[in-house]
């Protein structure tokens, strides 16, 4: 059974403090591993897909990597507007989706 | 804007009730997805369907049910519902090609309360 662990369950940062969340995982056949931001109340929004050990994507103010057992969600001088749950997902050979339970992020200002 | 709409945004019943939850996909989307959270279980995969078909089933309970319509929206059927049903309750499109690239995008959620 695929499973994702996320690290830490809580993060609060000041505005400009740089971070990263964690996601660990077990898989068989890893076809993507996937963060998305939440919003309290709203659907989770989509920001990466990354594929292979080594791949890095960025976005703004956030660079997620990847090794072969966990993916890093790098937040570089957070603003209040990064506050969020980041959440993480992996899917395996039966394509289907496993998420974490989400890191909530707090950037004060 | 994900594209992917759903139907009603709230929603409050009484246990034992029936209610139908409804997901409009994102134009061109074929595969719709529709999962559960709950405060201390996270975001669960219940079930998918693609291009009208059952493609793939989670953990979704026997009094669950749910279709996907030949116009491709879906619908999710909750009934006897019990107090632990309370939850947010997600619909996801993609394009269904089962490739790695298969991107699902979220609707803005239906929040179902049992009292």
């Known amino acids: 059974e695929d499973q994702v662990t996320q690290s830490p369950e809580a993060l609060r940062l000041q505005e400009g403090e740089s971070s990263s969340l964690n996601c660990s995982y077990t898989?068989?056949?890893?076809?993507?591993l996937f963060w998305y931001r939440q919003d309290p109340g709203k659907g989770p929004e989509f920001l990466f897909t990354?594929?292979?050990a080594g791949e890095e994507k960025e976005k703004e103010r956030l660079k997620a990597t990847l090794t072969k057992k966990e993916s890093f969600l790098h937040i570089t001088a957070p603003k209040p507007e990064d506050s969020a749950t980041y959440l993480c997902?992996?899917?395996?050979?039966?394509?289907?989706?496993?998420f974490g339970k989400g890191t909530l992020l707090t950037v004060n200002p | 804007d994900s594209g992917v709409t759903q139907t009603p945004k709230h929603l409050i019943t009484a246990t034992g009730q029936r209610v139908t939850l409804r997901c409009s996909p994102r134009?061109?989307?074929?595969?719709v997805y529709w999962y559960q959270q709950s405060l201390d279980q996270g975001l669960q995969f219940l079930i998918q369907?693609?291009?009208?078909?059952?493609?793939a089933k989670g953990n979704i309970l026997e009094r669950f049910s749910a279709q996907q319509f030949p116009d491709l929206h879906s619908e999710l059927n909750l009934s006897s519902l019990e107090l632990g049903d309370s939850a947010l309750y997600f619909c996801?499109?993609?394009?269904?090609?089962?490739?790695?690239?298969?991107?699902?995008?979220f609707g803005p959620g239906t929040r179902l309360t049992v009292l």
């Open positions: 996801a499109s993609s394009a269904g090609t089962s490739g790695e690239t298969d991107t699902q995008y």
């Open positions: 898989v068989s056949g890893l076809r993507g």
């Open positions: 990354l594929y292979s």
């Open positions: 997902a992996v899917r395996g050979s039966n394509y289907k989706l496993t």
């Open positions: 134009s061109g989307d074929l595969s």
């Open positions: 369907y693609y291009n009208g078909e059952e493609r």
